[in-house]
């Protein structure tokens, strides 16, 4: 299926009291763009989000954004590290032992010590397991939405094309109208301009003026590379740079048959046919 480089994606893991919140966004890049925003706790990460990333997608400008937010409704519990603790009363009584005169500690004091009260906090090593599960959802949510995105881009792709056909039918029978009509309208100045009616200069003439007029090859190639977008949409995959290359080669056709028109709606069906290869372009750059 088509997928558009345009997508969102948020996932979180619940951890005590934080909550680990993985958010991805993309949107259209000629390549693929990766920007991380990691909370410092989380960095080590990096690597592993990177290459799940690369692994998955092929072009787009993601951010990542990953930190751990804490919740309102927890509260803090206060625990002691028992096992300083216990250090600390040995060390004191060895110091009292050589010093007994020496003041003994203040609850206030043990309390103060560095890493008395224990860190109720979580470290990297309980959040790597989560990492690997919470990313796979995040992408997985990310490429359903880059592809909910790219079928509404297909299915107006297509609407396009029905209307290009369109137009490209009303051109095919107009051309033997015209030479038909300057036939006539060349065949009546020289009447009026001669007694005498030259027919091979006016055989000679119609047929330089079909040559300008011609544009068989033009409406064929148009039909051609129709063909060819629908194909890679139905395909699907990675299509957008080759989507974008036949958008250029339908335009250059679109030209070619602007410049060879030779009345007024022949002129307003090349304008409308480059218009609407030009709203198709426009949804190009958005596919990956």
Same mark, same amino acid.
């Given at each position: 299926m088509i997928h558009s480089m345009t997508g969102y994606a948020v996932q979180t893991r619940e951890l005590g009291r934080v909550a680990l919140h993985l958010e991805l966004r993309s949107v259209n890049s000629r390549f693929l763009?990766?920007?991380? @925003?990691?909370?410092?706790? #989380? @960095?080590? &990460?990096?690597?592993?989000? @990177?290459? /799940?990333?690369t692994g998955r997608l092929s072009r787009g400008k993601v951010e990542c954004r990953f930190h751990l937010q804490g919740k309102e409704s927890a509260?803090?519990?206060? !625990?002691?590290?028992?096992? =300083?603790?216990?250090?600390?009363? /040995?060390v004191e009584a060895a110091v009292r032992a050589e010093l007994p005169a020496a003041a003994p500690l203040s609850v206030g004091e043990i309390l103060r010590w560095p890493g008395m009260l224990g860190d109720d906090g979580v470290?990297?090593?309980?959040?790597?397991?989560?990492?690997?599960?919470? #990313?796979?959802?995040?992408?997985?949510? =990310?490429?359903? &939405?880059?592809?909910?995105?790219g079928e509404k881009l297909a299915d107006m792709i297509r609407g396009r094309i029905a209307h290009m056909r369109d137009l490209v039918a009303r051109v095919q029978p107009r051309v033997p109208a =015209? !030479?038909?009509?300057?036939?006539e309208k060349l065949a009546q100045r020289l009447r009026d301009a001669s007694a005498t009616l030259d027919d091979d200069r006016i055989r000679l003439e119609v047929g330089l003026f079909a040559q300008r007029v011609d544009v068989a090859e033009e409406l064929s190639r148009l039909s051609t590379h #129709?063909?060819? !977008?629908? @194909?890679?949409?139905k395909s699907g995959g990675t299509a957008g740079k080759r989507l974008d290359f036949l958008m250029q080669e339908l335009n250059r056709?679109?030209?070619?048959?602007? &410049?060879? /028109?030779? /009345?007024?709606?022949?002129?307003?069906?090349? !304008?409308e046919l480059k218009l609407a290869i030009e709203q198709m372009r426009e949804q190009v750059q958005n596919i990956e």
């Open positions: 763009d990766l920007a991380f @925003r990691i909370a410092d706790e #989380l @960095r080590q &990460s990096e690597p592993q989000l @990177r290459e /799940a990333l509260t803090a519990e206060l !625990v002691l590290n028992g096992g =300083l603790l216990g250090q600390l009363k /040995a470290g990297f090593e309980q959040i790597q397991p989560q990492i690997a599960p919470l #990313l796979a959802a995040a992408l997985e949510d =990310l490429v359903a &939405s880059r592809r909910r995105e =015209l !030479v038909a009509e300057y036939q #129709l063909d060819e !977008v629908e @194909r890679i949409l056709e679109a030209n070619t048959l602007g &410049s060879k /028109a030779m /009345a007024a709606d022949m002129t307003a069906i090349a !304008v």
